[in-house]
């Protein structure tokens, strides 16, 4: 039985854009970053409803993003905790780099039922084009438009194991795909809802997460089982995956359309390598172009500090040692060379050892002042 009160009413009347993501409070900064995307490819001809589904950001987060994202009239930030509808499920998750709220997604129809269509994305992506061309896309009657997921197929030509499974037979046997490579990366997806909740597709995902079997890619896993005969595929340019070649030259032909997108409309950094964690990684300087604009920008900058910071400091402070000891270092060289002469066995490998360490310290204050 599901309360009234769990139903999310369009903030407003008509013309609306509708977009939802799941965040937790750690992830308030980078979520900053996902509304700065929108913010700025946002047209005055439409209304952007967002709702972000959360059960721990603090009201202080709340407050910064609202007043951060609502500059304009058309753009509205609201916040939904539906953790009510996952009590006693399976949330477990499988990877360090996620989060349990991602499984609220699953239940998007539900909560969303007073809408006709949604956008559901993850949170490690940017928009590079105007929401609302993806919102009216036509979904030529499919509940969901998804792209095809290009990793997912080269793990089933190659016969990758995750999580110490064959993904062939994951796919087989526990999503019970038809097609194995018919496997959609829901990181962006347009739902249908009024066509799903007919079917009651929600209600199913949410059964399949009583299962003591957690799913290796948590909700994802969950949709493309639950919807595998009602996909659309989703151009690429709508969940452009950053990730390395080697994926798209070992997965099936029809993924070559991921080759020829030239101007992606949303990037996704897919894996571990996220933008905020590198600034070294493939179109990284397109989120953090958005991160400066960002109130969490300083706080992007102090954990790249801080990821970095022990091993730099470690570095800087190893340099300046060197430098005031550079004249004892030489001693130290010139002491072990004589006493080299004297010493065998065990005791010479030792003094051999010391006379190295102090050299090295020597060459590394000569590589600084070349």
Not at 196 to 204: P, R, V
Request: hydrophobic fraction near 35%; charge should be positive; charged fraction near 25%.
């Amino acid at each position: 039985m599901v309360c009234n009160d769990i139903y999310i009413t369009p903030f407003f009347d008509n013309n609306y854009v509708a977009i939802s993501a799941a965040s937790s409070n750690e992830y308030a900064g980078v979520l900053s970053v996902w509304l700065q995307s929108i913010k700025n490819h946002s047209s005055p001809n439409y209304n952007y409803d967002i709702v972000i589904l959360e059960d721990d950001i603090s009201d202080d987060n709340k407050e910064i993003l609202k007043s951060f994202f609502e500059t304009k009239p058309n753009l509205s930030l609201r916040f939904f905790n539906p953790s009510i509808l996952y009590e006693g499920l399976n949330m477990k998750v499988t990877y360090k780099y996620v989060n349990k709220v991602s499984f609220y997604r699953v239940g998007c129809p539900i909560y969303f039922k007073r809408y006709d269509r949604l956008i559901t994305t993850d949170l490690d992506l940017i928009f590079n084009e105007d929401p609302a061309k993806l919102y009216y896309l036509d979904m030529h009657n499919s509940l969901i438009l998804s792209v095809l997921e290009p990793i997912w197929s080269r793990w089933v030509n190659c016969h990758v194991k995750k999580n110490g499974i064959l993904v062939t037979d994951y796919g087989r046997n526990r999503l019970n795909l038809k097609d194995l490579h018919r496997y959609y990366n829901t990181g962006v997806a347009l739902l249908d809802i009024n066509r799903i909740n007919l079917l009651k597709l929600a209600e199913t995902c949410l059964e399949k997460m009583k299962s003591d079997t957690p799913y290796i890619f948590l909700d994802q896993d969950i949709l493309n089982e639950v919807y595998r005969d009602y996909f659309g595929v989703l151009p690429y340019k709508w969940n452009y995956a950053v990730i390395e070649n080697i994926y798209i030259e070992t997965a099936d032909s029809f993924f070559r359309d991921y080759c020829s997108v030239n101007e992606p409309c949303i990037i996704h950094f897919l894996s571990e390598n996220k933008p905020w964690k590198s600034t070294k990684g493939r179109l990284a300087f397109k989120w953090w172009n958005l991160a400066r604009e960002s109130p969490y920008y300083e706080y992007f900058l102090q954990n790249l500090c801080r990821k970095d910071g022990e091993s730099l400091s470690k570095s800087i402070y190893s340099r300046i040692a060197n430098v005031i000891t550079y004249s004892k270092n030489r001693r130290k060289v010139l002491f072990y060379s004589i006493l080299l002469w004297f010493v065998y066995g065990e005791k010479r490998k030792k003094i051999i050892e010391r006379k190295n360490k102090a050299y090295t310290k020597i060459l590394m204050v000569k590589e600084l002042i070349k």
